[in-house]
């Protein structure tokens, strides 16, 4: 299984933009996909994550400015990220939970500047 993500960038605060992210490889339907992040010299932390078919869940750090979003026929998840703050920048991770295994995809850097 391998992930590929994409979308990061560097924006001004109030800005936004779009993270994708798709897995390769032998999928389960049930697989959980989602966000996390990582900024300097704090631990990686949950942004969102959905279920196949059920609720997406959103840290409150984030909510009502971010939306995570997937396509199960693409194995495909996105991210997004709305009304930018410079707290938000930090590299971006994807994750996937599947048949047991957590899979990460290499980050993608999200800057928010003035």
């Known amino acids: 299984v391998q992930l590929q993500a994409y979308g990061g960038g560097l924006v001004q605060p109030g800005g936004s933009l779009r993270l994708s992210c798709a897995a390769s490889?032998?999928?389960?339907?049930?697989?959980?996909m989602g966000w996390y992040r990582q900024a300097p010299e704090k631990q990686r932390e949950l942004v969102a994550i959905?279920?196949?078919?059920?609720?997406?869940d959103v840290a409150d750090s984030v909510k009502g400015r971010f939306t995570i979003s997937r396509d199960n026929a693409k194995n495909a998840v996105y991210l997004q990220m709305n009304n930018l703050k410079p707290e938000d920048t930090a590299v971006y991770y994807c994750?996937?939970?599947?048949?047991?295994?957590?899979?990460w995809g290499k980050g993608t850097q999200v800057t928010v500047f003035s």
């Open positions: 994750n996937l939970v599947n048949y047991g295994r957590m899979y």
């Open positions: 490889g032998s999928i389960s339907s049930i697989a959980v």
């Open positions: 959905i279920p196949s078919g059920g609720l997406a």
